[in-house]
């Protein structure tokens, strides 16, 4: 059975959130099913916990003596293990690739810095929160002219989508896709897949939600 590590107890804002939905909604678009490692907040840093997730933080995954971490690792080994949410053919695999980077190296760190600098830190300059939101929106920008009107980043929806859906709800909860009408509908086109409702409401559940 394969396992994810999830926070027993979140912190309030990060709730609907944590990367380990990510890794929820691929189980459920694949049908495959999974059991939870639940982890207080205060244990992340331990050193058994270390020895899992070198960074402290969840998701790992463990499937038999198999222990992943990175969300992207873990998406990207479930898609080539089952064949799923990857397409077929060789070219589409490597152009997912480059989507699922892209979520998570050309997008997803200038949303999180803009959270850490604006809201997280609340830094009192506010010539740098506006360098940090200028940022956020020159990606999302090129983002929104790269997908266009396209249901999803390639032919078909894959693991790519999932990621960069998760990232986009990070940066739709602070207001900064209002601008990009393609990207609101692709978000919220993704948000009403049958698999993603169901492991939002698992990982609502977690919380008494
Ligand atoms: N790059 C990692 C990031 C994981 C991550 O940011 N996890 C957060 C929850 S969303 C966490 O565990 N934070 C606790 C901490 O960093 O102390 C991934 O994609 O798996």
């Given at each position: 059975m394969n396992q994810i590590?999830?926070?027993?107890?979140?912190?309030e804002f990060t709730k609907g959130f944590v990367k380990e939905l990510r890794i929820r909604w691929a189980h459920e678009e694949m049908?495959?099913?999974?059991?939870?490692?639940?982890?207080?907040?205060?244990?992340?840093?331990?050193?058994?916990?270390l020895k899992l997730q070198p960074f402290g933080q969840v998701p790992y995954f463990q499937s038999g003596d198999l222990t992943l971490f990175e969300s992207g690792a873990i998406l990207h080994y479930l898609a080539i293990k089952n064949n799923k949410l990857i397409p077929n053919d060789e070219s589409g695999r490597a152009r997912t690739?480059?989507?699922?980077?892209?979520?998570?190296?050309?997008?997803?760190?200038?949303?999180?810095?803009?959270?850490?600098?604006?809201?997280?830190?609340?830094?009192?300059?506010?010539?740098?929160?506006?360098?940090?939101?200028?940022l956020v929106h020159g990606r999302l920008g090129q983002l929104s002219k790269a997908l266009n009107q396209n249901l999803y980043l390639e032919n078909e929806f894959s693991i790519a989508d999932i990621v960069m859906t998760?990232?986009?709800?990070?940066?739709?909860?602070?207001?900064?896709?209002?601008?990009?009408?393609?990207?609101?509908?692709?978000?919220?086109?993704?948000?009403?897949?049958?698999?993603?409702?169901?492991?939002?409401?698992?990982?609502?559940?977690?919380?008494?939600s």
């Amino acid at each position: 059975m394969n396992q994810i590590s999830v926070i027993a107890n979140a912190p309030e804002f990060t709730k609907g959130f944590v990367k380990e939905l990510r890794i929820r909604w691929a189980h459920e678009e694949m049908g495959l099913s999974y059991t939870e490692i639940k982890v207080a907040h205060a244990d992340l840093k331990s050193e058994d916990y270390l020895k899992l997730q070198p960074f402290g933080q969840v998701p790992y995954f463990q499937s038999g003596d198999l222990t992943l971490f990175e969300s992207g690792a873990i998406l990207h080994y479930l898609a080539i293990k089952n064949n799923k949410l990857i397409p077929n053919d060789e070219s589409g695999r490597a152009r997912t690739m480059s989507w699922l980077f892209a979520s998570l190296n050309s997008i997803e760190p200038f949303v999180a810095q803009y959270f850490l600098v604006a809201k997280y830190f609340k830094s009192n300059e506010p010539e740098v929160i506006k360098k940090s939101f200028d940022l956020v929106h020159g990606r999302l920008g090129q983002l929104s002219k790269a997908l266009n009107q396209n249901l999803y980043l390639e032919n078909e929806f894959s693991i790519a989508d999932i990621v960069m859906t998760t990232v986009l709800r990070d940066a739709y909860s602070m207001n900064m896709i209002e601008d990009y009408p393609n990207l609101i509908q692709y978000k919220e086109r993704n948000e009403k897949r049958p698999a993603f409702i169901r492991a939002l409401n698992d990982h609502a559940k977690l919380y008494g939600s």
